[in-house]
């Protein structure tokens, strides 16, 4: 792969010849937890002077071969390894968890000294070590070692976490935050990071070898992101962020504190729908269909999808309608559809629902599940569709006192998450909340829903004699009649008539506006008229906020790529998909439609009419609640008053 401008080489002499300092760190050495406390149990054998505790085998994997010379207090990860198990030999998936500590550790250690000589910290060092560094250096100096630290901390992970992604299985292993992070300089932060894993194997990894690469695997997970919270206020850290290295031998590419990870997908047990399957539902499969492929434009190169650069890319969307419409049934139609283009384009994809399963009942634990969701997800290493079903249920209402800690919990992650100051629209993936009772979810939460699918269900004679066919099967013998099957559900024409049929608003508080609107300025057909417009939909509802407009003007841009891209890309990755990224943005523009005032017009009303049904339904369900309320304590009066009668 030819490397962009912006992007250094890490050359593989730069890398082995660090070789030397990692093996002999996962050899041995003394370390004195400073932050972190000793996990209760984990696991050493007592040892009696002069009689040694390895196994009589030493291990054979060249490059692996070396005497510790470690007290026996001290930390020892080869050995530690090695033990898993119990047999006399290390496996072969021991040694290549080990082969892989002591790559990530030359790889760190090989980042830190070029991240040392942009910076002018290895300068600094010769004159520390010669006792001629002057007073007015001494503050820079240490923080230049502090952000040293972070940064082969977290290309310490990152390694990692690539090179031994093969080796991963489906278990997981939960092992906490990782605490003992040191900055005082590279080589203690590494001996701390080291300690802590070596205490994370001994209590997780002991079983077997597949718990072992687990836990390892956990623990690069968490050390990156400690080091990325430590990173965000950290000082001197711009040599690092600033730059990006490639080794290709690993194909590992590191850009700052971003995970670069190699993307590991997820097998999936959900049974796929085809599009012909889902009827109805004209728009919100239409727009699923287009968002599949757009997924598809992602380049893991640049790690940017022309979509998001050009506008148009979904990274949000609700879709809500009364139970049984359809709504799960267009998850397993999009699931199958973009599985079956990353299978043909052999990249890795991601599924993962967030369920009420997801609630704890432990102050904390329900926020750290969310926001493990949306990682594995946002992984920039794979192709990721998140699906939040029932999100009424999940996400807790704001001054709601039915709302439990762990449901607000869930609420906070989402929101800043999904339109947070941190957040960051790649397109390489997306998030699908569905409800059947979308007035229930918080305000603040649904509007970061950047589209709306209306998922109503079959409407016309035509859609209810299709699903009829559909459903009953094969086993019968009764005619179609006067039908043409399924042509109803020819998407182009049905999603043309049903964009038409928002060129005026359908729910009677938007009807009065618009009405008002149209009778004092006319036909609207200027950015002006658009603007009163808007204007006097926040008057009549104080929820159409300014983000409702970015939500509206983000539907429009998506309209305007308003193309499917053609499934011979999907078909034939070469076409498209494996295109560099620029020549995928010039194909992608070439393909775009200038914005209209209809279309404009449409995505308003489509917008605000789902707003103020919202609204409607949310008041009605408030007033029933009240009504109730007042009901019980006139019962509750009457009763007390009867019983001091």
């Avoid at 906070?412 to 397109?427: D, H, I, K, Q």
């Avoid at 997306?430 to 007035?439: A, I, K, Q």
């Avoid at 038409?500 to 300025?521: C, F, M, Y």
């Avoid at 992608?588 to 009303?605: G, L």
């Amino acid at each position: 792969m030819s490397l962009s401008a912006d992007t250094m080489e890490l050359r593989e002499a730069d890398i082995r010849k660090h070789y030397v300092a990692a093996l002999a760190m996962l050899a041995g050495f003394d370390h004195m937890p400073r932050i972190a406390a000793a996990k209760r149990d984990v696991r050493t054998d007592e040892r009696s002077p002069g009689i040694g505790t390895r196994r009589r085998f030493r291990s054979t994997t060249p490059g692996l071969v070396t005497r510790s010379t470690a007290r026996a207090e001290g930390v020892r990860i080869i050995e530690r390894v090695e033990s898993v198990g119990g047999d006399e030999l290390p496996s072969p998936v021991q040694a290549a968890v080990l082969q892989g500590l002591r790559r990530g550790l030359a790889i760190a250690l090989a980042v830190g000294e070029q991240f040392a000589e942009r910076t002018g910290l290895d300068a600094l060092k010769r004159d520390n070590l010669a006792g001629v560094l002057s007073a007015g250096k001494s503050a820079g100096f240490s923080e230049l070692l502090s952000a040293e630290s972070l940064v082969v901390l977290s290309v310490f992970g990152n390694a990692v976490s690539v090179l031994l992604a093969a080796h991963a299985g489906e278990l997981t292993v939960e092992i906490g935050e990782v605490e003992e992070v040191l900055t005082d300089n590279a080589p203690l932060a590494l001996h701390g990071a080291l300690w802590e894993l070596d205490q994370d194997i001994s209590a997780f990894g002991v079983e077997d070898d597949g718990r072992v690469v687990a836990t390892v695997l956990a623990f690069a997970e968490a050390l990156m992101r400690r080091v990325e919270q430590r990173a965000a206020t950290a000082p001197q850290i711009a040599g690092f962020t600033g730059a990006s290295w490639r080794v290709e031998a690993d194909d590992l590419t590191i850009h700052g504190f971003t995970p670069s990870r190699r993307g590991k997908g997820t097998a999936l047990t959900m049974t796929f729908k085809q599009p012909n399957e889902v009827v109805g539902n004209h728009i919100a499969k239409y727009q699923a269909m287009k968002l599949s492929k757009m997924l598809m434009a992602y380049d893991f190169d640049r790690r940017l999808n022309p979509f998001a650069e050009l506008g148009g890319f979904i990274f949000t969307f609700m879709g809500d309608g009364a139970p049984g419409t359809g709504k799960t049934t267009l998850i397993q139609m999009m699931a199958g559809l973009i599985s079956g283009y990353c299978e043909v384009a052999g990249y890795p994809f991601r599924y993962q629902n967030l369920s009420t399963d997801n609630i704890d009942s432990y102050q904390g634990k329900s926020g750290q599940n969310a926001k493990a969701f949306i990682t594995s997800i946002i992984d920039p290493g794979v192709i990721g569709f998140g699906t939040i079903d029932d999100i009424d249920q999940l996400a807790g209402k704001r001054g709601d006192r039915q709302s439990s800690a762990g449901q607000l919990e869930i609420t906070a992650v989402l929101m800043e998450s999904f339109a947070g100051a941190n957040t960051v629209v790649r397109g390489n993936c997306t998030f699908g909340m569905f409800s059947n009772y979308p007035e229930n979810v918080d305000d603040a939460l649904r509007q970061r829903a950047g589209a709306r699918f209306l998922v109503d269900g079959p409407q016309s004679r035509d859609d209810y004699i299709d699903i009829l066919h559909l459903l009953i099967g094969k086993n019968h013998k009764i005619p179609l009649g006067d039908h043409q099957l399924f042509a109803a559900q020819e998407i182009r024409q049905a999603v043309a008539a049903s964009f038409e049929s928002h060129g005026r608003p359908k729910e009677d508080g938007l009807i009065a506006v618009w009405d008002r609107t149209e009778k004092a300025l006319g036909r609207l057909d200027t950015i002006a008229k658009l603007g009163s417009y808007l204007k006097a939909i926040q008057e009549a509802d104080h929820r159409f906020t300014g983000r409702a407009i970015k939500n509206i003007t983000d539907a429009v841009k998506v309209r305007a790529m308003d193309f499917e891209l053609p499934d011979e890309w999907m078909e034939n990755p070469d076409l498209f998909l494996f295109k560099a990224y620029d020549h995928k943005v010039a194909m992608i523009r070439d393909m775009a439609r200038p914005i209209t005032v209809e279309m404009v017009i449409q995505e308003i009303n489509r917008y605000a009419d789902s707003e103020f049904r919202y609204a409607d339904k949310s008041d009605e369900v408030a007033i029933a609640n009240m009504v109730r309320d007042f009901g019980l304590t006139e019962i509750a009066k009457r009763r007390y008053l009867e019983s001091k009668g």
